[in-house]
């Protein structure tokens, strides 16, 4: 299976929220790349870590531009934010207790959910945003 799908990333037309949503998916990425090549438990748990600490970076301030936009739909938003990294954190606390790397499978799942979220949620608050370009903040 292709590792390297950033080609595929939609864009929501916000260069900070683009950039960000590009770094998501290299250090999903990277992490299917280390379960590949090594799948050591060293390099996937600091990697994953890493993915958990920018993810988390990124949703708050998504949700940051959201509030300050008077997003309409920020509650479901913010709860499909809560329900990702529910389930990443829930992937962590198993890689971690059992000192072995989590499944390919795992990955790809989250991945497909991220880029999911990205092209149908992610790119209605860029339309949205479109909306509100020449409004008083
Ligand atoms: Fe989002
Ligand atoms: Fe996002």
Known sequence: MDATITHAIPRIGESTIDAEHDLQMQLLDSLARSIEESGDFGPVRHILEQFIEFSDMHFLSEQLVMRLHR?????????????????????????????????????????????????????????????REHLPK
């Not at 499978?105 to 479109?130: P, S």
């Open 71 to 131: 997003y309409p739909a920020y509650e479901p938003h913010l709860q499909a934010h809560t329900r990702l990294m529910k389930k990443v954190r829930e992937i962590q606390e198993a890689v971690v207790q059992a000192e072995k790397a989590p499944s390919l499978e795992l990955i790809h799942e989250l991945r497909n959910w991220l880029l999911d979220h990205i092209a149908t949620e992610d790119v209605a608050f860029g339309e949205y945003l479109k909306t």
